[in-house]
């Protein structure tokens, strides 16, 4: 299957464990040397009090996508396997 990443930032990513909404796709990560796609980057978890906050994301690895459908991204995050916080634009995030 092909696909764009705009075709892909339009797909809701669901957590088929609880059924919690993620969020549309905010990024993906990709290995230059390999040519593979690490995983999906989604916004973090927002409440009342920090909706306006920004930078915070989750990045969630492409071994936990269980399926890519035509409207929804389902995903499987159990509380064990907490996705990794993934800050935009920091040196942090940068795979060895």
Excluded at 64 to 90: C, H, M, R
Aim: hydrophobic share 40%; with cysteine; charged share 20%.
């Amino acid at each position: 299957m092909e696909t764009s990443f705009l075709e892909l930032r339009c797909k809701e990513v669901v957590n088929v464990v609880d059924g919690k909404r993620l969020g549309h796709i905010v990024d993906i990560c990709f290995n230059l040397q390999t040519s593979c796609l690490q995983g999906i980057v989604v916004p973090g978890e927002r409440n009342f009090w920090n909706v306006f906050k920004s930078g915070m994301e989750l990045f969630i690895p492409i071994s936990q996508i269980v399926k890519v459908g035509e409207d929804t991204i389902l995903v499987e995050l159990y509380a064990s396997s907490n996705p990794t916080p993934y800050v935009l634009g920091t040196s942090n995030n940068k795979k060895k």
